[in-house]
């Protein structure tokens, strides 16, 4: 690209909310700057209170490269590191990533060409899940499939265009001005909620399949039902703080869990053939894990405990989400506002 066209390019600033991230950290940072992107560029990791390396670690890449910087996120809330990043960050464009998310090559010169194309308020593509160990390879097997997660596209893959939310997302820095930025009440779901306002406000939210993060799974049964768990409790936060926006798909997981509990109470107390409602549930999975390619026996074998842990957890995290959550949100002010930048003279 000759120099014309790169001082053409926006300038770009990637924010990272970091919490006990020391397995990926350097890794995820490392994609980042080797981005082949000719505009300016930095990163700006926020910094939870983290019980591993991830501090040591991002002091390192800090020292190592002039483009990379820290702030605190004294929290530890994923919202509120976002919203530090975003303040202290420069640039007119704003591209989210994990500490656990790998950027794809061209992911960012790809983001920015479709933000300017599709005049977008914001784009994002799929977020693809790999495993390292086998049960990470069943958990992400189990995050790409419709029996997993619906119809999803931005676990499932699909063809581009307007989107309820999408993964992560490359932003318009006024954009994200004038919703004042994640609303830090929302532990989980922080993403959905945002771009649910900017559709509000008129903006248009962009998938492309074109656009992809490589997402590391929770390496254990445990951290994945938290996981989920919080997904589904957040979820139901969503739909009484933004009424009107709950739809079949966030149903599916609450209603399997009542009909299996239903069907185990009622056969040990009334007819074993209630049972037939476990046992369909349980049949439907192992069925829908014989679908999955490119797995070896043991991950197969685990695919069905992940898929059930999924569907449970995030079912238990709906039904059981207390309506004092969103009360405190509701009641709660509005989003702190993210104080505009000036964009650098070219």
Partial sequence: ?????????????????????????????????EQEYAGELEVV???????????????????????????????????????????ASRHPVVVRVDGHGLLTPGYIATAVRLLDEMDAANVGGIMHAEGETDWEHAVAAAMTSKIGVGNAAFHTGGLAGPAETVYLGVFRREVLEQQG??????????????????????GLVWFTPQLQ???????????????????????????????????????APPTALLAVLA??????????????????????????????????????????????????????GFLTSPRRLARTVIASTAPAPIDPKPTPAP
């Fill in 213 to 251: 993060v490589t997402y590391r799974p929770r390496p254990s049964v445990r951290a994945l039902a938290k996981q989920y768990k919080d997904y589904g409790r957040w979820r139901r936060v969503v739909t009484r703080y933004h009424r009107g926006s709950v739809n079949l798909r966030y149903l």
């Fill in 1 to 33: 690209m000759n120099t014309k066209a790169a001082e053409e390019l926006p300038a770009v600033s990637v924010i990272m909310p970091v919490l006990n991230e020391e397995r990926h950290l350097r890794t995820a940072v490392r994609r980042i700057l």
């Fill in 181 to 202: 930025g994640y609303n830090e009440e929302f532990v989980r779901a922080q993403d959905w909620e945002l771009n649910y306002r900017i559709r509000q406000a008129g």
């Fill in 45 to 87: 990791i926020a910094l939870g209170p983290s019980a591993d390396r991830t501090d040591a670690i991002a002091a390192e890449l800090a020292a190592e490269d002039p483009r990379v910087r820290t702030v605190p996120n004294p929290t530890g809330r994923t919202p509120a590191g976002l919203n530090a990043a975003i303040r």
């Fill in 263 to 316: 069907g185990l109470v009622l056969g040990a107390a009334l007819h074993p053939a209630f049972l037939v409602l476990p046992a369909g549930y349980a049949a439907a999975i192992v069925l829908g894990s014989l679908r999955s390619t490119g797995l070896s026996s043991k991950q197969h074998l685990l695919l069905p405990l992940a898929l059930g842990t999924m569907h449970m957890s995030w079912g238990f």
